[in-house]
């Protein structure tokens, strides 16, 4: 049944009737009717600067107390993990899940992930979208430890793409998939009760959740973290890292005048504010992605607002082919899950170590990870080495000729080359490893050819190099 316009203006009609067809299910129709009649009215989803103020200082994870330890493990029994699984690594040039990827040997993120979950104990359970759901628990049930009275996935819904001239739902013929977009990851909660899984979790005798990113593998389920946030009984945590240059275009910690924590993604800053938005000694914080739910405080929220969070609305601007920059503009309706912090009374973060924020978004962090400046652990954690000579590492790959993993493979046939001694790798142009080639210091190569240049077995390179 299609909802009344005296809730919804009549404008949604048409995105009712082509949603109702997709058989999504009414919680999720009104929530995004929600966020249609903000568009429709004019909101922005902006949070200007003059709104909100830094956060000067929070507690920090390597100075918990050791009595925490114990807290956790005892809650450990109450506390599930799900991950975000519904990437389909489309920007590395793959069609299917990013966390099939191989990382570490022939072990992918989800053989990592799943053997993480039997050193904790912890049932996992993962938020696929509808083209990651088949691949990734093909994968998994080789795991039989997996098996509970838990389900081991839930599906992210999908919403209709807006037409930025009229506000209509968008079409296009040639791929009509193109006319539809997931709704961001802040419909997990959203999607945790349509599926059953909330309530699942709760029948069960759960408590908490721990979600994360499957492509962070940084990101483990933590007994002292977890031991804090249970003692404290805080309802939601966002575990945040110090700002670096590198994340200043990312979203980052703030709060409102009457000190609720809130989240501000880039896409949510003014253009009036940018520079006070990529000011890192001002916003110092930014969300790792990896969080902590009190599951029965989110299902007391959800109780009291009809299941709808209302978190804040992210406008994205897109075409409806994105591949196609002439084809129509759309407006992509988006929420994040950790804008969730500011739905809770008492929502609390807590400053976390990078290691515990290892994300791989390209092709530059895939060959680290692969390579031995990172280790898997007899626990199955990924970090990085400890015997790693040097405090950081960066690895930038040019875009022509390592985009994409195939073409990272081919150019790589016997895997990275050591990065142990190695504080930055950059290459310009296109070049062919050898096996057991060694990388120190600060290492430059440059190819202005038009043809690949090999880099022989064995070789040792530290410096700048230009062909």
């Given at each position: 049944m299609i909802s009344s316009p005296t809730t919804h203006s009549l404008k949604f009609i048409p995105f009712a009737e082509r949603m109702q067809a997709e058989g999504l299910p009414p919680v999720f129709i009104d929530t995004f009717a929600y966020y249609y009649e903000l568009l429709v009215n004019g909101e922005t989803g902006l949070i200007p600067e003059a709104d909100i103020e830094p956060v000067a200082s929070l507690p920090d994870s390597d100075l918990l107390p050791d009595s925490l330890v114990a807290v956790g493990e005892a809650a450990k029994r109450k506390t599930a993990v799900i991950k975000l699984n519904g990437g389909l690594g489309t920007g590395m040039g793959l069609e299917k899940a990013k966390s099939l990827l191989p990382i570490k040997g022939d072990l992918t993120f989800l053989d990592v992930i799943a053997r993480q979950s039997k050193q904790t104990g912890a049932p996992l359970i993962l938020m696929n979208s509808f083209v990651t759901e088949a691949d990734s628990l093909a994968l998994l049930q080789k795991y039989d430890h997996l098996a509970n009275k838990l389900p081991l996935s839930f599906v992210q819904h999908k919403e209709p793409k807006v037409l930025q001239a009229n506000l209509s739902p968008a079409e296009w013929p040639a791929d009509p998939q193109l006319a539809w977009c997931p709704p961001g990851h802040g419909d997990i909660y959203?999607?945790?009760?349509?599926?059953?899984?909330?309530?699942?979790?709760?029948?069960?005798?759960y408590e908490y959740v721990f979600v994360s990113n499957s492509d962070n593998l940084g990101a483990v389920l933590d007994g002292r973290i977890l031991g804090y946030f249970a003692?404290?009984?805080?309802?939601?945590?966002?575990?945040?890292?110090?700002?670096?240059?590198?994340?200043?275009?990312?979203?980052?910690?703030?709060?409102?005048p009457d000190g609720q924590l809130i989240l501000r993604e880039s896409a949510q800053c003014p253009a009036a504010d940018e520079a006070a938005f990529q000011d890192i000694t001002r916003h110092k914080y930014f969300n790792t992605n990896n969080l902590w739910?009190?599951?029965?405080?989110?299902?007391?929220?959800?109780?009291?607002?009809?299941?709808?969070?209302?978190?804040?609305?992210i406008r994205n601007s897109k075409t409806v082919d994105p591949r196609d920059p002439a084809s129509p503009k759309v407006y992509q309706l988006e929420t994040a899950m950790g804008s969730a912090i500011a739905v809770f009374a008492g929502a609390a973060a807590l400053r976390v170590p990078r290691a515990r924020f290892a994300p791989v978004k390209k092709t530059d962090d895939l060959l680290a990870v692969r390579s031995d400046a990172y280790l898997l652990t007899g626990d199955d954690h990924?970090?990085?080495n400890p015997a790693r000579t040097v405090d950081s590492l960066t690895v930038e790959l040019n875009a022509a000729h390592y985009k994409f993993v195939n073409d990272l493979d081919v150019r790589f046939p016997y895997g990275p080359p050591s990065l142990l001694d190695c504080e930055k790798l950059s290459i310009k142009g296109d070049f062919v490893f050898g096996a057991n080639v060694v990388c120190r210091g600060v290492v430059e190569l440059v190819n202005v050819g038009g043809t690949a240049v090999s880099i022989p077995d064995g070789t040792v390179l530290s410096g700048s190099y230009r062909y």
């Amino acid at each position: 049944m299609i909802s009344s316009p005296t809730t919804h203006s009549l404008k949604f009609i048409p995105f009712a009737e082509r949603m109702q067809a997709e058989g999504l299910p009414p919680v999720f129709i009104d929530t995004f009717a929600y966020y249609y009649e903000l568009l429709v009215n004019g909101e922005t989803g902006l949070i200007p600067e003059a709104d909100i103020e830094p956060v000067a200082s929070l507690p920090d994870s390597d100075l918990l107390p050791d009595s925490l330890v114990a807290v956790g493990e005892a809650a450990k029994r109450k506390t599930a993990v799900i991950k975000l699984n519904g990437g389909l690594g489309t920007g590395m040039g793959l069609e299917k899940a990013k966390s099939l990827l191989p990382i570490k040997g022939d072990l992918t993120f989800l053989d990592v992930i799943a053997r993480q979950s039997k050193q904790t104990g912890a049932p996992l359970i993962l938020m696929n979208s509808f083209v990651t759901e088949a691949d990734s628990l093909a994968l998994l049930q080789k795991y039989d430890h997996l098996a509970n009275k838990l389900p081991l996935s839930f599906v992210q819904h999908k919403e209709p793409k807006v037409l930025q001239a009229n506000l209509s739902p968008a079409e296009w013929p040639a791929d009509p998939q193109l006319a539809w977009c997931p709704p961001g990851h802040g419909d997990i909660y959203a999607a945790l009760v349509t599926s059953g899984t909330l309530a699942a979790l709760l029948n069960a005798g759960y408590e908490y959740v721990f979600v994360s990113n499957s492509d962070n593998l940084g990101a483990v389920l933590d007994g002292r973290i977890l031991g804090y946030f249970a003692e404290k009984n805080f309802p939601f945590m966002m575990e945040v890292a110090d700002r670096t240059e590198m994340d200043k275009k990312g979203g980052h910690l703030a709060q409102r005048p009457d000190g609720q924590l809130i989240l501000r993604e880039s896409a949510q800053c003014p253009a009036a504010d940018e520079a006070a938005f990529q000011d890192i000694t001002r916003h110092k914080y930014f969300n790792t992605n990896n969080l902590w739910i009190n599951l029965l405080a989110l299902q007391k929220v959800l109780d009291e607002q009809d299941n709808m969070l209302r978190l804040p609305m992210i406008r994205n601007s897109k075409t409806v082919d994105p591949r196609d920059p002439a084809s129509p503009k759309v407006y992509q309706l988006e929420t994040a899950m950790g804008s969730a912090i500011a739905v809770f009374a008492g929502a609390a973060a807590l400053r976390v170590p990078r290691a515990r924020f290892a994300p791989v978004k390209k092709t530059d962090d895939l060959l680290a990870v692969r390579s031995d400046a990172y280790l898997l652990t007899g626990d199955d954690h990924v970090i990085p080495n400890p015997a790693r000579t040097v405090d950081s590492l960066t690895v930038e790959l040019n875009a022509a000729h390592y985009k994409f993993v195939n073409d990272l493979d081919v150019r790589f046939p016997y895997g990275p080359p050591s990065l142990l001694d190695c504080e930055k790798l950059s290459i310009k142009g296109d070049f062919v490893f050898g096996a057991n080639v060694v990388c120190r210091g600060v290492v430059e190569l440059v190819n202005v050819g038009g043809t690949a240049v090999s880099i022989p077995d064995g070789t040792v390179l530290s410096g700048s190099y230009r062909y």
